[in-house]
């Protein structure tokens, strides 16, 4: 059913006894053209532009649990494409790009509410590396702009800009075009549009082997559910990367850790931008419906466990206090951790593998979540063609080998 | 925040430790091929499972040792000086087996 | 004036005293002991707040801290103003002023309200399907009209004043709830001699025993018995009891964290006392006593103000001596409800009805009868009725095919309910044990744990008090034997009490509406009815956390205490499945919300990290030194006259140095002492450069790489004798060097003797660099011939300066002549005394890091961290000499060799011109061949550094550039927002390309 | 020449509290030492220098004249003396040690203060995250660990008193921490 005012109406007068399921349920087929293993933002989309894009609709999207349960459910959902190297600014903005009319083109309010990232500088050395930012976004095309102290109060009101705090705020890079969207939304409105062209959303089944022929070629993922053929199988396991390419006999330049975040209790508007600071390590913004989002660290070891240390909250909190003084009397309402998969140069791997038939998009870290229509469209572009989208072409495995590292951290970008 | 059992130390809270990596990834000589200099510097094993991996007691006797976790439940199984033998990860994860069912 | 509703004596408020708050600017009066929800009951007043979606009004549901609808705002002044507490929760004190929250223009009469009129619209979701045309109007209406009307309370608008204390803390047992269970947990251990820790989030120990008036536990009433405990725990110095203290988190190895709250009931806060405090507490096992919560039931209009838990209407009239209503009915699925219907009914409360879904009732049906109270089984609530309060109920029978049929409707003024009794598991469950669920009492309890915890009491789903306190008990002595403590056997207790029976009902009781249209609430913070759960189903979303998550239930800030085990059942029947296989959805932390406040504890201003200054810090700034953050340090940025811009003052030090003399603070720089007879093997395995040869009393420019051979620090090392190097650092890097030097020394190469120690803090190091250093020093040292043939450049020697001990170096990192002096750093600041006024006297000056930036780009020296980002390598950064070609091996030799770190188009160190010769580029410029780029097109290098040159009279900038050594002498531009800048490049040093300078 | 004054990190800063609830007061100027080596070359030196180098983790040996060594890891023990022991303690090490080993001079680099009183645990745990009960941290335990954002040398001298170092520059930080720890307990 296409979402419309009028089927709201309508739908209101039936008892909304009328709204079908927004994916199909099915049973797997004994093979697909493609398979997807995770059924994150990811996955979903890359599933949907297989359909949408390339006509390759006999294709599973196989998820372990249920949709969107792993980071796509648990980020903080800050959206921006102001990184520092031409192959991040190309990939990141290729994603914006998209974000634009998502809502249109899914026919679901992902929500997407382009609010304004504010990064604040808190060193000269700061103001340096963000300067730099500004300058190779706008020779990008890409919008950031520099703010003096007053203009990020104005911007963001709560903001202390006192001279007073231990690091004071000594200005901010600003995309307008950057902020948020609502996470769930995005999965859900992928895996409707997707489902509709066809694809099958497989979840409660875990893949659990990847079979290759004589050849060496995919043939087949093992699952909790049974064997499903696969000519084309694509990884988006996210903070499983690993463990999955693993039963390739791939290994991965990859760690997984706990990243941690929060929300407070609902508040009525208070923080109308998206905040960073890379310097004290703090992110917040205001969800719709009221509550602030706070981004946390991950914690020093890999883990699995999806929890994480309280200090690592502690720290996060001392921060937005310290920039939000008049927050210190506002409540955590709930706390919870995700796992994401870090690359040695903080940025992602969407490329083929040595194993023909395999394809990987991993490595996002702590700050794929934006990158998810970007990423989702240029995976389908590499499944289908067999050969990468001119936006993620720079992201290989291959880099790794070379040295020819795209190394956002190394160049005092953020996460996020 | 882990308890951590340092084998100078005994156990101390994690806020005094540093972790280090992955443990037994031999530094290769010069005449390494780019396979093994990019295995070196950037391959992590990443096991769901038990790791082997290094920690610091940075803010204690400072000394690094290895220590053999399991990265679900978070729990430690063995401690061990640098320099001793990597455990059998295998044989370990097979008794922690028997010891959840009994 | 007494309020209406307060009984004429019993329960535990001070009565002789007589408080007066005020509720939304209303005044009224309470007793010491109230909490902001009984004085308002005691006052007649249910309605308290509004819901979040549909703006309903709503009352009262609980008594503790699950409660979902009472949220209130407590105003002290502008900074201590705190949103969103329970009503239930705050105690009042003389003077405090609560307010209503999400709601326009007043509680009573709210615009928001009108939502209600569109609740079929407003279905779950709802927003995911509209919203979306003209797509502008996301941004520029709809989302701004949704996030006003979202949100409860408002955050204060001024910085909060108040303190917030941390503590860590560690025990062998730590008793989490304070009720018969816990306390008794808490007397056994305290009996074995374990060191304890008893906590509970009410404002008093006792949990349900301050409720329960009829309990008897050894011949004592509840309460004496209590107290008498509460006292031997007290008394004991092993024992810690806090009250107001709610664990919050149960995290890996026995962690618990507590949320202490200390002076928020207090009129007048002492002022040496913080608010809250954060606990982290590490206990050697931990005994969860956190009982039960009661569960509401499920039924159309089971929302209204006055409908209330009926445990709590009974703590209200026991603990609080106040009547819920007049005449209240009773709707229940269990047995406590009669009790409550018991003791209300003795108070003098008329009962109107007492309806029990379960045909046969429970044992308590009799006793209810006799003491007068209208019981109907297997009835249930079809609806009710009234706008700001319940007027009145319509009650049905319960037919065999599960739908009532309505037979009467009597007015009441408060509707009491039970569902059943939850145990408390949320602790338990975080510290990652696994729940099971018991079919018999359909509640979940602790499994198979994952931590030294046991549970013990109603949380363990034990009920009937004597066998509460018998576990409760046992389980304190378990935990003290497990904690290494000798214990003394079983205590059993002999106690009487009208005890609940686990078993109740789940779910949506049974009406004779079409549940499809009906608004039976669920979780009624956030709105969530039981049709909306039925809906998400539809639509696909069957996994319980994607029914939480488009429905929102259980995410409000009660986080579904009481609502999520109705979800849950609905959903199950629904589904057609049992309960375990659809499953909770995860207990998170905090248990309840914790304030920002505590998290963050004393950090802030200066203790949010360590403000470090150098040991001449109190000096420069008596000079007027305006400083920088440089990592946690303040270093002297530069050194203003009255009136100097920065621009001006930097000029006149740059000139100072070149021209006479400058005095720089150095002693942020990193340092290590390197000692051993393996000492120069270990130095030159680590740097870039060859190290072996270096001469005692010789110092050298060092390259530090990673094994990935990118450029990771540099500094000058000294060699004081055979077997000791003075190593130094960047002053952002000491820490990170030392742990890589001490990795390698450890882990590499143990069999090296060879030693690292930290000196950066004991040297307190000063530059004396131009043309007349040797002059300015001569008269301090002692020792030392510091002529030019004894002491040449980059050499080391030790001696006095000022009469104490000191290495003193000749290097230079302006291009001038000149010497760095390291001294023990207490004599720092009497060192830098001595030197700066024979610097000025010679006419020089002090001078800051932003001039020593310049002087060294004049010279093309880089800094690390910019000139280099973790990208460079050596040779990019034009430091190939550095790189011992002949050595075999050093950490990164490999690693320099890859295939993209020699590839031809790498970015080089290069100077950059102005043709203009006066515009100062901007650092983090990037650089085009061509002056109007097209957009997305490639940028070549950019510009790392940039100033303004006293020395050469015009602009200079260091920059990274593509195949840069190969374009000196080619035009390119820095575009900016207003046309490009052209400019030339040049080779990186600007200034005394010979060196002519550094022989003084 | 004139002489050089010598400012310790912790002098100007001043005393906190009152002797017996809590009172923290700066360390007289004192020499110091890091002795890095072979546990042989620690025990010769500790026949020395009067004060055992311990081979036994987390203690602390001290001499009644002022002399202290304090185990810190299993080759580095932090010694102490008297401010005018520093060239006698110099002159020991040189003339005992045989064996190839570190010594390095940081009587600058640490500072100290003396913290005591019956209250000087909830103090100290406001920030340092160790069990100080004197069942878990006996008299005579030294160690390296954190107060809140800096990493410390704590030893504990007597059932009430411990002796706490820090690097010079955290000084200003361990001051304010502990000042405002002590307050509530001091009000
Ligand atoms: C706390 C936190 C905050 C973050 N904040 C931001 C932010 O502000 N901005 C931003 O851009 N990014 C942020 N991120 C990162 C972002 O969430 C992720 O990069 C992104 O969501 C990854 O999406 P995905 O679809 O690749 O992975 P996921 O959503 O994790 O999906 C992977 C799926 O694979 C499934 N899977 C794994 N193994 C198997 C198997 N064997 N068989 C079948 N299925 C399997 C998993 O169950 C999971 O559902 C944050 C992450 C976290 C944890
Ligand atoms: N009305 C009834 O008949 C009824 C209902 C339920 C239980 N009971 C009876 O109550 C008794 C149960 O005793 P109990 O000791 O198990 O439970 P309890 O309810 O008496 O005590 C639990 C205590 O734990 C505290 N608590 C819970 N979570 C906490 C947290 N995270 N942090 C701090 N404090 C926390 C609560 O404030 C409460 O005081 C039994 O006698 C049982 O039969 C009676
Ligand atoms: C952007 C965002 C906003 C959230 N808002 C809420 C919220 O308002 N209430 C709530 O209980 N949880 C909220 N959550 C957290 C989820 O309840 C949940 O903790 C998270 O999805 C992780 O799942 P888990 O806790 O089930 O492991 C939010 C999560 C995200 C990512
Ligand atoms: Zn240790």
């Given at each position: 059913m296409h979402f419309s005012y009028l089927s709201l109406i309508r739908q209101a007068f039936a008892a909304n006894a009328g709204w079908p399921r927004q994916w199909r349920d099915p049973e797997p087929k004994p093979a697909y053209d493609v398979v997807i293993i995770g059924g994150g933002g990811h996955g979903l989309a890359t599933a949907y532009y297989l359909a949408a894009e390339h006509g390759i609709r006999n294709v599973a999207v196989i998820e372990r649990g249920w949709i969107g349960g792993g980071n796509s459910g648990r980020n903080t959902t800050i959206v921006r494409s102001n990184y520092l190297w031409e192959e991040s600014e190309a990939l990141y903005d290729h994603a914006l790009d998209i974000w634009q009319d998502l809502s249109q083109v899914l026919n679901y309010n992902v929500m997407y509410s382009a609010r304004g990232v504010l990064m604040l500088a808190h060193t000269v050395h700061d103001v340096q590396s963000s300067k730099r930012h500004i300058h190779a976004n706008r020779l990008f095309g890409i919008d950031n702009e520099w703010l003096t102290p007053e203009?990020?109060?104005?911007?963001?009101?709560?903001?202390?800009?006192?001279?007073t705090i231990r690091y004071p705020v000594l200005g901010g890079a600003l995309q307008r075009k950057g902020g948020v969207a609502r996470h769930d939304a995005v999965v859900w409105g992928y895996a409707r549009a997707a489902s509709g062209l066809g694809v099958d959303i497989i979840q409660n089944c875990e893949v659990t082997g990847i079979r290759r022929d004589a050849s060496g070629a995919i043939e087949a993922v093992e699952t909790t559910r049974?064997?499903?053929?696969?000519?084309?199988?694509?990884?988006?396991?996210?903070?499983?990367?690993?463990?999955?390419?693993?039963?390739?006999?791939?290994?991965?330049?990859?760690?997984?850790?706990?990243?941690?975040?929060?929300?407070?209790?609902?508040?009525?508007?208070?923080?109308?931008?998206?905040?960073?600071?890379?310097?004290?390590?703090?992110?917040?913004?205001?969800?719709d419906k009221g509550d602030l989002v706070i981004g946390a660290g991950t914690d020093q070891y890999v883990s699995y466990s999806q929890t994480g240390g309280l200090y690592i909250n502690n720290a996060t909190l001392e921060a937005i206090c310290e920039l939000m003084p008049t927050l210190r009397r506002v409540r955590m309402m709930r706390g919870w951790g995700g796992i994401v998969d870090t690359t040695p140069d903080r940025s992602p791997i969407l490329s083929k593998t040595p194993v023909p038939g395999l394809f990987i998009n991993c490595g996002w870290g702590t700050g794929g979540f934006k990158a998810t229509p970007g990423s989702g469209h240029a995976f389908a572009h590499t499944i289908a063609r067999d050969e990468p989208h001119p936006a993620n072409a720079a992201f290989t495995l291959e880099r790794f080998r070379s040295g020819r590292l795209i190394d956002e951290a190394a160049a005092a970008a953020v996460a996020h | 925040m882990l308890l951590i059992r340092c084998p100078y130390c005994g156990e101390r809270p994690e806020i005094e430790f540093r972790n280090m990596g992955e443990a037994h990834i031999l530094r290769p000589g010069t005449d390494a091929s780019d396979d093994e200099i990019a295995d070196f510097l950037y391959r992590r094993s990443n096991t769901k499972g038990l790791i082997a991996e290094r920690w610091r007691h940075v803010h204690g006797c400072s000394r690094f040792f290895n220590a053999v976790r399991h990265t679900v439940t978070d729990k430690f199984v063995s401690i061990y000086k640098t320099g001793e033998p990597k455990p059998d990860l295998t044989a370990l994860a097979a008794s922690l087996n028997g010891v959840a069912r009994s | 004036m007494t309020a209406p509703f307060r009984t004429a004596s019993g329960g535990r408020i001070k009565r002789a005293e007589t408080l007066s708050f005020s509720f939304d600017g209303r005044p009224l009066e309470g007793h010491p002991g109230d909490t902001l929800a009984s004085a308002l009951l005691a006052n007649g007043i249910h309605l308290v707040g509004r819901s979040f979606k549909y703006h309903r009004p709503r009352g009262i549901l609980t008594a503790g801290s699950e409660e979902p609808n009472a949220l209130v705002t407590i105003a002290r002044d502008a900074g201590r103003t705190t949103p969103n507490l329970r009503a239930t929760e705050v105690e009042i004190y003389s003077g405090l002023k609560a307010s209503s929250q999400n709601r326009w223009p007043s509680l009573s009469f709210d615009v928001g309200g009108i939502n209600d009129l569109f609740a079929p619209i407003f279905a779950s979701g709802f927003y995911y399907k509209t919203f979306m045309w003209p797509k502008s109007f996301w941004r520029s209406v709809y989302e701004p009209q949704i996030r006003a009307a979202a949100g409860f309370g408002m955050a204060p608008e001024k910085p909060d004043p108040d303190r917030y204390q941390q503590r860590y803390a560690h025990c062998d047992v730590m008793v989490v709830?304070?009720?018969?269970?816990?306390?008794?947990?808490?007397?056994?251990?305290?009996?074995?001699?374990?060191?304890?820790?008893?906590?509970?989030?009410?404002?008093?120990?006792?949990?349900?025993?301050?409720?329960?008036?009829?309990?008897?536990?050894?011949?004592?009433?509840?309460?004496?018995?209590?107290?008498?405990?509460?006292?031997?725990?007290?008394?004991?110095?092993?024992?810690?009891?806090?009250?107001?203290?709610?664990?919050?988190?149960?995290?890996?190895?026995?962690?618990?964290?507590?949320?202490?709250?200390?002076?928020?009931?207090?009129?007048?806060?002492?002022?040496?006392?913080?608010?809250?405090?954060?606990?982290?507490?590490?206990?050697?096992?931990?005994?969860?006593?956190?009982?039960?919560?009661?569960?509401?039931?499920?039924?159309?209009?089971?929302?209204?103000?006055?409908?209330?838990?009926?445990?709590?209407?009974?703590?209200?009239?026991?603990?609080?001596?106040?009547?819920?209503?007049?005449?209240?009915?009773?709707?229940?699925?269990?047995?406590?409800?009669?009790?409550?219907?018991?003791?209300?009914?003795?108070?003098?409360?008329?009962?109107?009805?007492?309806?029990?879904?379960?045909?046969?009732?429970?044992?308590?049906?009799?006793?209810?009868?006799?003491?007068?109270?209208?019981?109907?089984?297997?009835?249930?609530?079809?609806?009710?009725?009234?706008?700001?309060?319940?007027?009145?109920?319509?009650?049905?029978?319960?037919?065999?095919?599960?739908?009532?049929?309505?037979?009467?409707?009597?007015?009441?003024?408060?509707?009491?309910?039970?569902?059943?009794?939850?145990?408390?598991?949320?602790?338990?469950?975080?510290?990652?044990?696994?729940?099971?669920?018991?079919?018999?009492?359909?509640?979940?309890?602790?499994?198979?744990?994952?931590?030294?915890?046991?549970?013990?009491?109603?949380?363990?789903?034990?009920?009937?008090?004597?066998?509460?306190?018998?576990?409760?008990y046992a389980a304190g002595e378990a935990a003290a034997r497990a904690?290494?403590?000798?214990?003394?056997?079983?205590?059993?207790?002999?106690?009487?009490?009208?005890?609940?029976?686990?078993?109740?009902?789940?779910?949506?009781?049974?009406?004779?509406?079409?549940?499809?249209?009906?608004?039976?609430?669920?979780?009624?913070?956030?709105?969530?009815?039981?049709?909306?759960?039925?809906?998400?189903?539809?639509?696909?979303?069957?996994?319980?956390?994607?029914?939480?998550?488009?429905?929102?239930t259980g995410m409000a800030t009660d986080q579904g205490k009481t609502s999520n085990l109705n979800a849950l059942a609905i959903a199950a029947k629904e589904l057609g499945k049992d309960i375990p296989s659809v499953g909770l959805t995860t207990f998170r932390m905090p248990y309840t919300p914790v304030s920002f406040g505590i998290l963050a504890g004393v950090a802030r201003g200066d203790m949010f990290e360590p403000v470090r200054q150098t040991a001449a810090h109190a000096s420069a700034l008596a000079l007027g030194a305006v400083f920088e953050d440089v990592g946690a340090w303040k270093r002297a940025w530069y050194f203003p006259k009255a009136g100097e811009t920065m621009h001006q003052a930097v000029n006149r030090e740059v000139t100072a140095v070149r021209q006479t003399v400058g005095l720089f603070d150095a002693s942020t720089l990193g340092k290590i002492e390197v000692v051993g007879p393996d000492a120069a093997e270990f130095m030159h395995r680590l740097y870039t450069n060859p190290f072996l040869k270096l001469e005692v009393g010789r110092c050298r420019y060092g390259i530090l790489t990673k094994d990935d051979g990118f450029v990771f620090d540099d500094g000058v090392v000294g060699r004081i004798a055979a077997d000791r190097f003075h190593v130094t650092t960047t002053t952002g890097g000491a820490a990170r060097v030392l742990s890589h030097f001490e990795d390698?020394?450890?882990?590499?190469?143990?069999?090296?003797?060879?030693?690292?120690?930290?000196?950066?803090?004991?040297?307190?190091?000063?530059?004396?660099?131009?043309?007349?250093?040797?002059?300015?020093?001569?008269?301090?040292?002692?020792?030392?011939?510091?002529?030019?043939?004894?002491?040449?450049?980059?050499?080391?020697?030790?001696?006095?300066?000022?009469?104490?001990?000191?290495?003193?170096?000749?290097?230079?990192?302006?291009?001038?002549?000149?010497?760095?002096?390291?001294?023990?750093?207490?004599?720092?600041?009497?060192?830098?005394?001595?030197?700066?006024?024979?610097?000025?006297?010679?006419?020089?000056?002090?001078?800051?890091?932003?001039?020593?930036?310049?002087?060294?780009?004049?010279?093309?020296?880089?800094?690390?961290?910019?000139?280099?980002?973790?990208?460079?390598?050596?040779?990019?950064?034009?430091?190939?000499?550095?790189?011992?070609?002949?050595?075999?091996?050093?950490?990164?030799?490999?690693?320099?060799?890859?295939?993209?770190?020699?590839?031809?188009?790498?970015?080089?160190?290069?100077?950059?011109?102005?043709?203009?010769?006066?515009?100062?580029?901007?650092?983090?410029?990037?650089?085009?061949?061509?002056?109007?780029?097209?957009?997305?097109?490639?940028?070549?290098?950019h510009v790392t550094s940039s100033y303004q040159s006293p020395t050469v009279g015009r602009s200079i900038a260091l920059a990274l550039l593509e195949n840069g050594r190969a374009r000196h002498g080619e035009r390119l531009y820095v575009p900016m927002p207003n046309g490009a800048i052209a400019v030339v490049v040049t080779d990186p040093v600007f200034y005394d390309k010979e060196g002519k300078r550094l022989d003084g | 020449m004139a002489e050089a004054q010598r400012i310790a990190a912790f002098a100007g800063l001043g005393s906190i509290g009152r002797t017996g609830r809590f009172l923290m007061e700066p360390l007289p100027n004192l020499a110091r030492f890091i002795f890095r080596g072979s546990e042989a070359a620690a025990h010769d030196l500790g026949l020395a220098f009067g004060a055992d180098l311990s081979r036994e983790p987390l203690k602390a040996n001290a001499t009644a004249d002022g002399r202290a060594a304090l185990w810190l890891g299993p080759d580095e023990w932090l010694l102490i003396g008297p401010e005018a022991d520093h060239a006698a303690i110099l002159g020991i090490v040189a003339a005992t040690v045989i064996e190839p080993s570190s010594l390095v001079d940081i009587s600058h680099r640490n500072t100290g203060i003396l913290l005591s009183g019956s209250r000087v645990e909830p103090v100290l745990n406001a920030g340092c995250p160790l069990d100080l009960d004197v069942s878990a941290f006996p008299v005579g335990m030294s160690t390296r660990t954190v107060l809140a954002k800096v990493e410390i040398v704590l030893w504990r001298k007597a059932a009430s008193t411990f002796h706490l170092e820090c690097g010079r520059s955290f000084a200003p930080y361990v001051h304010g921490f502990v000042a405002e720890a002590a307050r509530e307990f001091l009000g």
């Open positions: 203009e990020c109060k104005a911007f963001c009101p709560p903001l202390n800009i006192a001279k049974g064997r499903i053929g696969a000519k084309k199988v694509g990884i988006v396991a996210a903070g499983h990367s690993s463990v999955v390419a693993a039963m390739a006999d791939v290994r991965l330049p990859l760690e997984s850790y706990p990243l941690q975040a929060l929300v407070s209790e609902p508040l009525k508007p208070i923080v109308p931008c998206v905040i960073m600071s890379n310097t004290i390590h703090a992110y917040i913004s205001q969800s | - | 709830g304070a009720g018969p269970a816990g306390l008794a947990a808490a007397l056994a251990a305290m009996e074995s001699g374990a060191r304890v820790i008893i906590v509970d989030e009410g404002a008093e120990f006792g949990g349900s025993l301050l409720t329960d008036t009829s309990a008897r536990i050894d011949g004592k009433t509840g309460w004496h018995w209590a107290a008498d405990i509460i006292m031997s725990l007290g008394l004991s110095d092993k024992v810690t009891c806090l009250t107001r203290t709610s664990a919050f988190g149960y995290y890996a190895d026995n962690m618990i964290g507590l949320s202490e709250r200390i002076t928020d009931h207090l009129e007048v806060p002492p002022a040496h006392a913080p608010r809250e405090r954060l606990w982290q507490v590490r206990a050697k096992h931990v005994v969860l006593a956190t009982g039960a919560l009661e569960r509401p039931l499920v039924f159309p209009g089971n929302d209204r103000p006055g409908v209330m838990l009926a445990e709590a209407a009974r703590t209200y009239l026991n603990r609080y001596g106040v009547k819920v209503g007049s005449r209240v009915a009773v709707a229940t699925a269990t047995d406590s409800a009669y009790q409550a219907a018991i003791d209300l009914k003795a108070a003098g409360v008329e009962i109107a009805v007492l309806v029990d879904v379960r045909p046969e009732g429970g044992a308590l049906v009799e006793l209810a009868r006799e003491a007068g109270i209208r019981v109907e089984l297997g009835a249930s609530v079809c609806d009710t009725v009234g706008r700001l309060r319940i007027s009145s109920l319509a009650i049905g029978r319960i037919g065999a095919d599960g739908r009532a049929t309505r037979f009467e409707t009597i007015a009441c003024d408060g509707l009491l309910v039970s569902g059943g009794w939850t145990p408390t598991v949320h602790l338990y469950s975080q510290s990652r044990g696994k729940l099971r669920f018991d079919a018999a009492s359909q509640t979940f309890l602790p499994g198979v744990g994952a931590q030294a915890q046991i549970s013990a009491g109603a949380a363990n789903g034990t009920f009937g008090l004597e066998s509460v306190l018998n576990e409760g904690a290494g403590k000798k214990t003394f056997g079983a205590k059993t207790f002999s106690a009487e009490a009208t005890d609940a029976a686990p078993a109740g009902t789940l779910g949506a009781l049974p009406t004779d509406r079409d549940p499809s249209r009906v608004r039976a609430f669920v979780d009624f913070q956030h709105d969530v009815t039981a049709k909306d759960l039925k809906l998400a189903l539809r639509e696909g979303f069957r996994s319980i956390e994607h029914m939480k998550r488009y429905t929102t390698y020394r450890q882990t590499e190469w143990p069999d090296l003797k060879v030693w690292l120690t930290s000196t950066s803090e004991q040297w307190a190091t000063f530059a004396i660099q131009g043309p007349k250093a040797r002059d300015i020093i001569a008269p301090f040292v002692e020792g030392i011939d510091i002529s030019a043939a004894a002491m040449p450049h980059m050499s080391v020697r030790g001696g006095t300066f000022l009469g104490v001990p000191a290495r003193l170096f000749r290097m230079s990192f302006t291009g001038e002549f000149g010497f760095e002096v390291n001294v023990p750093a207490d004599y720092g600041r009497a060192v830098w005394d001595a030197l700066y006024p024979a610097v000025i006297a010679a006419g020089g000056a002090a001078y800051g890091t932003e001039a020593m930036h310049v002087l060294r780009a004049e010279k093309g020296y880089i800094i690390v961290g910019q000139e280099t980002d973790g990208t460079v390598t050596p040779d990019d950064a034009g430091l190939a000499w550095a790189i011992g070609k002949a050595k075999a091996d050093f950490v990164g030799k490999r690693g320099m060799l890859r295939a993209d770190l020699v590839a031809p188009g790498r970015k080089q160190l290069v100077g950059l011109e102005t043709v203009d010769g006066t515009t100062v580029l901007e650092e983090g410029a990037q650089i085009t061949p061509v002056a109007v780029p097209a957009k997305r097109s490639h940028a070549i290098g | -």
